[in-house]
Nanobody, 122 residues
């Protein structure tokens, strides 16, 4: 599967963005998806994940209540709605996929797309 993330940009603290991950090349419903991010000078970290059937989700603690992951099997897209953004959310965001259950470890995801930059100004 090929992945392409989009929707990043510059937003003020407290604002919102919606990231999209478009998948192509394989059966979309086979995959669980996750969003990871890498902030400047830091390691890549798990943000959110969604199961192949869209029923199960998981979030890192710092984004719970602010971010929502969802998927559209018809559109073959995965979304990350990000609300009440803070400067600590500034990072490059990556979409990833795997064919098994969702996990938080980036090395367990087999497919990755290029990242999209999110910058939150204070």
């Amino acid at each position: 599967v090929q992945l392409q993330a989009s929707g990043g940009g510059v937003v003020q603290a407290g604002g919102s963005l919606r990231l999209s991950c478009t998948a192509s090349g394989s059966t979309f419903t086979t995959y669980a998806f996750a969003w990871f991010r890498r902030a400047p000078g830091k390691e890549r970290e798990f943000v959110a994940a969604i199961t192949s059937n869209g029923i199960g989700t998981d979030y890192r603690d710092s984004v719970k209540g602010r971010f929502t992951i969802s998927r559209s099997n018809f559109e073959k897209k995965v979304y990350l709605q990000m609300n009440n953004l803070s400067p600590e959310d500034t990072a490059v965001y990556y979409c990833a996929a795997r064919t098994r259950s969702i996990v938080v470890y980036d090395d367990e995801y087999n497919w990755w797309g290029p990242g999209t930059q999110v910058t939150v100004s204070s």
